[in-house]
């Protein structure tokens, strides 16, 4: 099963591979969050190594910041452009806290 697991995730690394470069971040951010918080998250954009990830509320936001270098980690081995820094803003507002 194992071996199984190793093969799954060598294929979707070549999957993202061949995306282009500035999109790997984006596809990449729900496979490595898992489904769980893959439905309450939306990857929004990726630009000059910051992912920006859309959270529905401020508890979403502090949780996932601390497990932010887990994920950054995960996001690194499988996108094409290196992510430095992940970004989390809240739904509805324009990323520093104003409403949209």
Known sequence: MEQAGR????IVAQSLRQAPAGETPLLAWPLVCGSGVAERTRALS???GVLRVEVPDAGWKQELQTLAP???????RYAT???HRIEFVLAG???IGRPR
Not at 70 to 76: C, E, G, K, Q, T
Request: charged fraction near 25%; aromatic fraction near 10%; proline fraction near 5%.
């Open 7 to 10: 093969g799954l995730e060598e």
């Open 46 to 48: 990726y630009m000059d």
């Open 70 to 76: 887990r994920y950054l980690a995960a996001i690194n």
């Open 81 to 83: 452009a290196p992510v």
């Open 93 to 95: 507002t324009d990323g």
